[in-house]
Structure formats: structure tokens, C-alpha cells
């Protein structure tokens, strides 16, 4: 129903209320104008007034208020409505805009996959300032959602792109080349791998198959030694037989996906980094080396599906890395992508390290360790690494100690250490 006051010469009137009174401030006047002559003689007898105002004149709520009861029996903000529109509350709704906003990104900043592997700050930074997606939080949350799930799946074991994105994301599409998602992700991948942003496409296919994505089912391996498997599988024959040699083994992502008969123990496996520590071992226990898995640096796809594999049996594991920059990454990765937990990692293990090898190579861009708030400033204070081949020996110490009685009866030599 039409109200009585909505008359085209007081619309000015009307439209210039409406805008403040929807800013959510504390309002007492309103100018408005410019108006036209009829415009202020209906203004003038609104009011009561005994001249005509001028052209820009500025309207007192109160007095307004006082007219409008006694013309209609209903106050300025009743009548504006009704003519104009509900009044808003821009004040509110951008308090509400700005909460909405904050909240997405402390979400974002503390998502489990995020605090997991504190190289990934250096993504988020960026992306909480590129701001949301088209204006809308929800559009933005539901991307980033998608692309922690994606990470959250990485390394992945040498399936095809379009694979992956359907068993993590149900859309084979969701990672092509050149999408949001996609582009996000890769950025992802470059923080915390410590690379360039790629720009070609050959870049960007290189750093999917770095996480996993279309591997060389045979050139993809992992180094293992020591494992001793039940069944009567090709691969479970095969890695018992080397082991009773005293030889090392690369098993490739093709066996570990069809390996036949293979029955991991539940049998503690060491981890580490490098691929001398194994070596060391090797020569140092022969037949009697205890289970490894060396990660050869990042693990790749075959490193996961093994590590996987163990844990299915209940096989504890304990990861061992360099102290340096790239070093706490890895194990944080390591962490964030396994169940393993650390093997002398900490703070206090790194500065007795560093007492007897404080010449070490450069630490490197250095992070956050999850696991212990104080290492990652100790290794900054010093600068320099301790890199695994410095601990060889404490290493080797504790292995030993995993040797049945027959076998270290014929290892000589060893170091005394307490196993971590």
C-alpha cells in the first residue's frame, strides 16, 4: 500500500534519510538537495516552516520527527521504510564482512596440513593478501579447502593427475592446467619444496611428478635394507634374500604396488635422509642391518606407498634427517605424510651434534619444526648444519642395538650410546 507521504516532490527527502540512516551511525541531521521549488514547498509544508529553505538545506531529525507524528502518527525511521526501503546497517555489516574475513584466515593459518609443515607459510602469506575470491569468503574457503585436501594427499603414488583429483576432490578436472585450484596448489608444492613458482608447462608437470603425480612406475624407487618380509611373493623373496646377503635394495613403485605374497613384521624401521647411512650400516652390520628406509631426500611416491605399507603392519618408525634448513622440511613432511616419529631430532640432540661438528655447511632458509618449538632457532643461532653423516656413529650406535645376541656376536667395535 502506497504510503501518504510518498509523493515525487519529497522523494529527495526520503532517499537522502534512507542513505544515512543505513550507514549505522548516530545521525541528527541530513542535508539534502539540490531541490527544486517544489521540492522545498513540500519540504516547507512538512515542516511548518514559514519561508521556503533553500536549495541544499539541512534537516533536523528531531524537529522531522516531531512533524511526521503529528502528520502520520509514525517516527522518521517508520516512514523511510515504508517508502524507501528497510534501513540497513553498513556499520554491522562491514564489522561482519571484516569478522568473516579474519575468521576465514586464521582458519587458513591454522589448518592441521599448514601447522604440520611450517614451510607452507610462505604460501600463505600471499594468498591471504591477493584477499577472497571474487569478494566471497565462501567461494574462497571452499578453494583453499580443496587445495589443503590436495596436499593433505601428496605425495601421491604415481597415479595420473585427472586419477588423483577424482579419488581426493571427485572431479577429474579440478587440477588441469590453468585452473585456480591448480595454480594454488603448484604455489603450494613451491613453498614447500623451496623452488620457483613455475612458469611453463614443463615446469609445472615436473613439480606434480615431484609430488607424486604420473611417476616413472620403474624409475621411481625407494633404498631399503635390512627388511626382512613374510609371504611367498616375488618381492618379499627377493628383499629377504638381499638382506641375508648383506645387500641394499631399490624397490620400485611398479613392485611395491604389485608385489604378490608381502607380510611386513611389526618391526621397528629407521628412517633417514641420506643414503649413506644405510651404506654405513651395511658395512658396518652386513646380513645383521637392522630394517632401514632411506628417503634419499624428499620422499617421493615409492617412500610413501613403503612407509604406508609398514605402518599397515604395525611396524613402528622412527625418522632421523639432517640438521639444516631442508632438513627440518623433510621432517616435517616426513611427519605430516607417515606415522613415523623422530629418532634424535631435538634441540638438545642437534646442539651436542653441533659441539663436536660446529663447521658445518650452511643451514639454509630455515623453518619452523613442528615437534620442537627451540630447534629451529638454535640451528639459525649457529648458522651452520649438522648434516647425518656428523652422527653416524650415535646413529649406528642405536641400530646396533636392534641386532639379535647371534648377530652382534659378530659385529665389532661398536660405539656405546643410549637408543633415542
Known sequence: MTHALDRPELAPLWQALHARLSAGQPVTRVRIGPLDEAARSALADLLGLDRLPGPQPTVALARLDEALVDSCGQDTRSVVAAIAGPLGDRTAERASVAAERAALWEWFATHPV????????????????????????????????????V???????????????????????????????????????????????????????????????????????????????????????????????????????????????????PTAVHLTENPSIPALALQR???????????????????????????????????HGDFDGEGLRIAAHVLA????????????????????????????????????????????????????EHVAEDLLADLARLCTDRQIGSIQGLPASNSR
Request: glycine share 8%; proline share 8%.
Open 114 to 149: 599448514v601447522l604440520a609443515q611450517p614451510a607452507l607459510d610462505a604460501w600463505v602469506g600471499p594468498v591471504r593478501r591477493a584477499g577472497v575470491i571474487g569478494g566471497s569468503v565462501t567461494a574462497t574457503r571452499r578453494t583453499l579447502d580443496d587445495a589443503l585436501h
Open 285 to 319: 652390520f652386513g646380513p645383521a642391518c637392522p630394517p632401514l628406509v632411506c628417503t634419499s631426500g624428499w620422499p617421493n611416491s615409492a617412500v610413501i606407498l613403503l612407509l604406508d605399507r609398514l605402518a599397515e603392519a604395525g611396524a613402528p618408525l622412527r625418522y
Open 151 to 265: 596436499l593433505a594427499g601428496l605425495p601421491a603414488c604415481g597415479e595420473p593427475l585427472p586419477v588423483f583429483a577424482t579419488r581426493i576432490l571427485d572431479d577429474s578436472h579440478a587440477l588441469d592446467d590453468g585452473t585456480r585450484l591448480s595454480s594454488l596448489v603448484l604455489r603450494a608444492l613451491s613453498a614447500l619444496y623451496g623452488t620457483a613458482a613455475p612458469e611453463t608447462a614443463a615446469d609445472r608437470r615436473a613439480l606434480w611428478s615431484r609430488a607424486g603425480l604420473a611417476d616413472d612406475a620403474l624409475s621411481t624407487t625407494v633404498l631399503t635394507a635390512g627388511l626382512r618380509p613374510a609371504g611367498r611373493g616375488p618381492v618379499a623373496g627377493a628383499l629377504t634374500a638381499l638382506s641375508a646377503a648383506g645387500h641394499a635394495t631399490h624397490l620400485t613403485l611398479a613392485q611395491l604396488r604389485d608385489p604378490g605374497d608381502l607380510r611386513f613384521p
Open 337 to 388: 605424510r607417515s606415522t613415523a616419529t623422530l629418532w634424535r631430532m631435538s634441540t638438545s640432540d642437534f646442539l651436542a651434534a653441533h659441539a663436536h661438528a660446529p663447521s658445518g655447511p650452511a643451514a639454509g632458509r630455515i623453518t619452523a619444526a613442528p615437534w620442537d618449538a627451540e630447534l629451529a632457532p638454535a640451528l639459525a643461532a649457529r648458522g651452520t648444519a649438522v648434516l647425518e
